[in-house]
């Protein structure tokens, strides 16, 4: 968070997790440009922060965003609304800010709130905004996690300038503009209007296209803060590019870390009619469940990926598809090809080809089987 200049951030205990570990982190621009973008979930449940963040992003100015986890803050009424409203007043306070220029971001378990939970996250913005740093974002990252099981980072650094960002999640990986809580730092002289052009177009290339289980959020939201510290004002292609990169880096750490996973799958669809069909076809896939299923138990079962495709609008012909696992067709023109043996599914890695012969389109959707441990843990989420 803090490898961009112009930033500091911090996280800090306050006891949201049972476990004692780090649960709010807060970042802060110093400036001197404060711009910012952001995109939410498409989740017509929304929790409260996403519902205050989505008014205080209108202007383009983000002076600071406040993460909290141990607690989604969502379906708790209009005290959980009244909860985050305090958040963002609280530090404002404490740094000579305006209320309206504060993001509040929340992740944990949905419909848990009251008194002692606003009490702990206004405890964590002082000790947070007390212990800023600019080395503070290892710390910022650690606190956002829930059932995740390392902090996920990236860095792309170019010629005078760096964006940096953090993420969190591990579970519910399913897009809606954007996934899981993501916070995006930049040194680089970008208005907002630039940064929510780049945002939307590199979040449309890496998150939107990480569908682990199909599962998507009330809390979902990607920030990115522009300080204009470097003082240099790269061309929008470049920043976009660069953005996508830290974008599809840190997509691919949640894809890692998805809950009970044991193989990462890549979906890739060529020659699609569009952009668009490629992505609905891949998307259909990494939604199958038995498809999911027969991956964990090392079946390359090229019937499911057929089946799936079949129930998409997607212009082809499912008896002129060809399907190939690591490298392995098994299926040409919709019909058998080399044995099922010769497929090895033992690496994590796993990856699906599927060719539609009916345009120059492609798209890859990142996902991961479905296994006995994803259920175990989604079963016990809340005790």
């Given at each position: 968070m803090t490898a961009a200049a112009g930033f500091e951030a911090a996280g800090v205990a306050v006891g949201l997790k049972s476990s004692g570990n780090r649960d709010v982190a807060v970042v802060v621009n110093r400036g001197p440009l404060k711009a910012g973008a952001a995109v939410f979930t498409s989740n017509r449940a929304k929790a409260n922060p996403i519902l205050w963040s989505q008014q205080a992003i209108g202007d383009g100015v983000v002076e600071a965003v406040v993460l909290n986890s141990g607690g989604a803050n969502c379906f708790t009424g209009g005290f959980g609304f009244q909860t985050t409203h305090q958040t963002a007043e609280k530090a404002a306070e404490l740094l000579g800010v305006s209320a309206g220029d504060v993001i509040v971001c929340s992740?944990?378990?949905?419909?848990?709130?009251?008194?002692?939970?606003?009490?702990?996250?206004?405890?964590?913005?002082?000790?947070?905004?007390?212990?800023?740093?600019?080395?503070?974002?290892?710390?910022?990252s650690e606190a956002i996690?829930?059932?995740?099981?390392?902090?996920?980072?990236?860095?792309?650094?170019?010629?005078?300038?760096?964006?940096?960002?953090?993420a969190k999640g591990a579970g519910m990986l399913a897009p809606g503009l954007a996934t899981m809580l993501v916070v995006i730092t930049t040194d680089a002289v970008?208005?907002?209007a630039g940064l929510d052009t780049a945002l939307r177009r590199a979040t449309r290339l890496s998150f939107d296209r990480l569908d682990s289980d199909g599962c998507m959020s009330t809390n979902d939201q990607v920030t990115l803060l522009a300080s204009g510290a470097s003082g240099?004002?790269?061309?929008?292609?470049?920043f976009a590019m660069a953005l996508t990169e830290v974008c599809g880096d840190l997509a691919q750490q949640l894809q890692a870390d998805a809950e009970g996973a044991s193989h990462d799958i890549a979906i890739q669809v060529v020659h699609a009619a569009s952009d668009d069909e490629a992505v609905e076809v891949g998307r259909s896939v990494a939604r199958n469940n038995l498809f999911k299923a027969a991956i964990f138990g090392g079946d390359p079962n090229w019937g499911r990926v057929l089946a799936a495709?079949?129930?998409?609008?997607?212009?082809?012909?499912?008896?002129?598809?060809?399907?190939?696992?690591?490298?392995?067709?098994?299926?040409?023109?919709?019909?058998?090809d080399r044995p099922r043996d010769e497929v090895d599914l033992t690496p994590r890695a796993t990856h699906i080809l599927i060719d539609l012969k009916t345009g120059d389109a492609e798209a890859t959707i990142l996902t991961n089987d479905l296994t006995h441990d994803y259920v175990h843990e989604n079963s016990a989420y809340s005790s």
């Open positions: 992740t944990g378990l949905i419909g848990e709130g009251g008194e002692e939970f606003r009490a702990k996250v206004l405890d964590g913005v002082v000790q947070g905004v007390a212990a800023l740093s600019a080395d503070g974002g290892v710390a910022a996690m829930t059932t995740d099981s390392k902090a996920k980072r990236a860095v792309a650094a170019r010629d005078g300038w760096t964006i940096g960002g953090m970008v208005d907002a240099i004002a790269p061309d929008l292609d470049e495709i079949g129930t998409t609008g997607a212009s082809f012909d499912p008896y002129d598809v060809d399907v190939s696992f690591n490298g392995v067709r098994v299926c040409t023109a919709g019909g058998p």
